[in-house]
Nanobody, 121 residues
Framework: QVQLVESGGGLVESGGSLRLSCSAS??????????ITWYRQAPGKERELVAR????????LYADSVKGRFTVSRNNAVNTVYLQMNSLKPEDTAVYLC????????????WGQGTQVTVSS
């Protein structure tokens, strides 16, 4: 059983920063082999991709709305991915969820429960 746990969310003023963590655990789970993606979902809106960091040869991808403000990184030694969020805006308010997926597999595709980020104006 693979478990993903997000942490680091909270309430911050506009222009502030937060650092989210996504920690993974599970018997036989090879964290380094998984692409990790951060998504967010605001009330009444669809879930959207925020940032992704790949396995192997590391590549990163960002939504246009967060480019230059958010940075995704990973530490495979501790099975954790981070999302550094700077210059936060009220429109960044959402539940942030992390996803671990092995390639395009539907079976090896795991989600955390999410962490709330609220940015006040």
């Amino acid at each position: 059983q693979v478990q993903l746990v997000e942490s680091g969310g909270g309430l911050v003023e506009s222009g502030g920063s937060l650092r989210l963590s996504c920690s993974a655990s599970g018997s036989g789970f090879t964290f380094s082999a998984y692409d990790i993606t951060w998504y967010r979902q605001a009330p009444g809106k669809e879930r959207e991709l925020v940032a992704r960091i790949t396995s192997g040869q590391i590549r990163t991808l960002y939504a246009d709305s967060v480019k230059g403000r958010f940075t995704v990184s990973r530490n495979n030694a501790v099975n954790t991915v981070y999302l550094q969020m700077n210059s936060l805006k009220p429109e960044d308010t959402a539940v942030y969820l992390c996803n671990a997926r092995w390639g395009a597999s539907d079976a090896l595709n795991y989600w955390g429960q999410g962490t709330q980020v609220t940015v006040s104006s």
